[in-house]
């Protein structure tokens, strides 16, 4: 099956700083790439879907300024938390689509931010 | 729009009986509906999926699915519950055009008891 790697899996940062998020697909070419956000014990909420070589496309209530979603080419996505605030604290969770036509999406392992 | 609605937050079952986890679904036209589990601290692993065909799908680890278009209605279930099977578990929906997200419910915590 198609593979998607997230890196890193965890990070700890200070308030204020930026933190990148990477989303590689591995075997495959990511047409679309989606990233998800979770609070504990929830669910995942959509945050932005990212078609290579466009402007990523926000849902409602994601600060697109805060949340920096880059996908330059058809195996990476990055998703770059500025100016990190403990509220951003949060599992993130990226996955991938390609021209096969499937179905179903491809998850990466996750990203877990800590914002002190 | 598109929404799963899983009704029960947890679910408890005995270790070797069987587990229904409950997923209901609006959406517009015909949907691919999917189910995964996900471990403490991991991403989602895949169990099914539903695109069209036999209404009762069969999945990883011996967990199986039926669609039910008139009750819109896409229930997980196993025969004989593992206590390895304790974790939660997302039912998700795709609008079938285009690049399109997943749609998650709020997912439900199974726990297996030995």
């Known amino acids: 099956g198609a593979v998607v790697s997230q890196h890193p899996s965890w990070v700890i940062c200070k308030s204020g700083t930026s933190v990148k998020i990477e989303c590689r697909s591995l075997?495959?070419?990511?047409?679309?790439m989606f990233w998800y956000r979770q609070f504990p014990k929830q669910s995942l909420m959509l945050m932005a879907t990212s078609n290579e070589g466009s402007k990523a496309t926000y849902e409602q209530g994601v600060e697109k300024d805060k949340f920096l979603i880059n996908h330059a080419s058809l195996t990476l996505s990055t998703l770059t938390v500025t100016s990190a605030h403990p509220e951003d604290s949060s599992f993130y969770i990226c996955?991938?689509?390609?021209?096969?036509?499937?179905?179903?999406?491809?998850f990466g392992e996750g990203s877990r931010l800590t914002v002190l | 729009a598109q929404s799963v609605a899983q009704p029960e937050d947890q679910v408890n079952v005995a270790e070797g009986n069987p587990l229904t986890v409950k997923c209901t679904y609006s959406v517009s036209g015909n949907p691919y509906l999917f189910w995964y589990v996900q471990y403490p601290n991991r991403g989602l692993q895949f169990l099914l999926k539903?695109?069209?065909?036999?209404?009762l799908v069969k999945g990883s680890y011996g967990f199986e699915a039926e669609f039910n278009k008139s009750q819109t209605s896409f229930h997980l279930k196993k025969p004989s519950a593992l206590v390895s099977d304790s974790a939660l578990y997302f039912c998700?929906?795709?609008?079938?055009?285009?690049?399109?997200?997943?749609?998650f419910g709020k997912g439900t915590r199974l726990s297996v008891i030995a």
């Open positions: 998700a929906v795709r609008v079938p055009s285009g690049n399109t997200p997943l749609v």
């Open positions: 996955s991938a689509t390609g021209t096969f036509n499937t179905g179903e999406l491809f």
């Open positions: 075997d495959f070419q990511a047409t679309t």
């Open positions: 539903y695109i069209t065909g036999d209404n």
